[in-house]
């Protein structure tokens, strides 16, 4: 079915486990990540950026999803990443979409918390759950550029959580979008003191490029929601390639679409086997 991302955050937060949040570019992606959703009996959320949102549209994704979810058995939900404005999140809730995220993170403290409001009232009034960051997770997602690398500071997060009255909050405490050059630090001991002030669901940005042990680290921690988008777009595309390579004289776009989404399915598995979402529909 297609469901929002309360109850499934909510499920994780009391269960001790993170639901994993995917992004999709295409119909192949989605398509690949239900699977294996199906395959592990997990919830899933699957996500578009705004830059994916310019290259497909909201109505496109909303339908795609919309009717992947509807025929799949456990739940799946459709989130706006990393929102660039309330209009964006507004076009999203109007499309379908049953999740939303305001980044106001490189905006000051005030600006941050008054646009995240705006977006978190918009959306709960019609029964959409809205995430939102404070702190700068590194690297570049989209239009939505970190200026410096700053954590979340648990007493900001905590006055945060209350005067925007947002469903869950993205933490900074070291990871960066993109692959990492080199193994990341976390502040691993921060996001325990962000978990004691805060009781939203906590989510975990730039997750490409962790280890294994990392993630795990932070979901024991109260991380609930871990987002992978990087290592989905690499394994999709070096699956094309792999396959236009050995196979260089393919015409019809299903056959490199098919390696594409094994491998899709295949790295999506492993990611929530480490999150711990699997078995849990
Ligand atoms: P990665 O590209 O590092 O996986 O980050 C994903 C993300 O945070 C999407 O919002
Ligand atoms: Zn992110
Ligand atoms: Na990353």
């Known amino acids: 079915p297609f469901v929002t991302s309360e109850k499934m955050l909510l499920d994780a937060r009391r269960g001790g486990y993170a639901v994993g949040a995917f992004n999709a570019e295409n119909m192949e992606m989605v398509k690949a990540i239900i699977a294996a959703a199906e395959e592990l009996r997990a919830p899933v959320m699957i996500q578009t950026t705004s830059s994916t949102i310019k290259y497909g549209s909201v109505e496109t994704y909303a339908a795609i999803v919309s009717a992947e979810a509807m025929k799949a058995s456990v739940p799946v939900c459709l989130h706006l990443d990393h929102g660039s404005s309330f209009g964006l999140a507004v076009r999203c809730v109007m499309a379908g979409y049953t999740s939303v995220m305001m980044d106001g993170s490189k905006l000051p403290f005030e600006e941050n918390?008054?646009?995240?409001?705006?977006?978190?009232?918009?959306?709960a009034a019609v029964g959409i759950p809205c995430e939102a960051e404070l702190g700068k997770v590194g690297g570049k997602e989209d239009e939505v550029e970190a200026v410096a690398d700053t954590n979340t500071d648990p007493a900001e997060a905590k006055e945060f959580v209350e005067r925007t009255g947002i469903s869950s909050l993205a933490v900074a405490i070291g990871t960066a979008h993109g692959f990492y050059v080199g193994t990341p630090v976390l502040d691993v001991e921060r996001l325990s003191e962000i978990r004691k002030a805060v009781d939203v669901?906590?989510?975990?940005?730039?997750?490409?490029?962790?280890?294994?042990?990392?993630?795990?680290?932070?979901?024991?921690?109260?991380?609930?929601?871990?987002?992978?988008?990087?290592?989905?777009?690499?394994?999709?595309?070096?699956?094309?390639?792999?396959?236009?390579?050995?196979?260089p004289n393919t015409i019809d776009p299903k056959a490199y679409s098919k390696a594409a989404m094994a491998a899709v399915t295949e790295l999506v598995k492993a990611r929530m086997k480490v999150c711990g979402c699997d078995g849990k529909m």
């Open 201 to 247: 669901p906590l989510v975990l940005h730039g997750a490409s490029g962790l280890t294994d042990e990392q993630v795990q680290g932070c979901v024991k921690r109260g991380i609930c929601k871990v987002n992978f988008a990087t290592e989905l777009r690499n394994a999709y595309t070096r699956a094309v390639e792999r396959y236009l390579l050995d196979n």
């Open 113 to 123: 918390i008054a646009v995240s409001r705006q977006v978190a009232e918009m959306a």
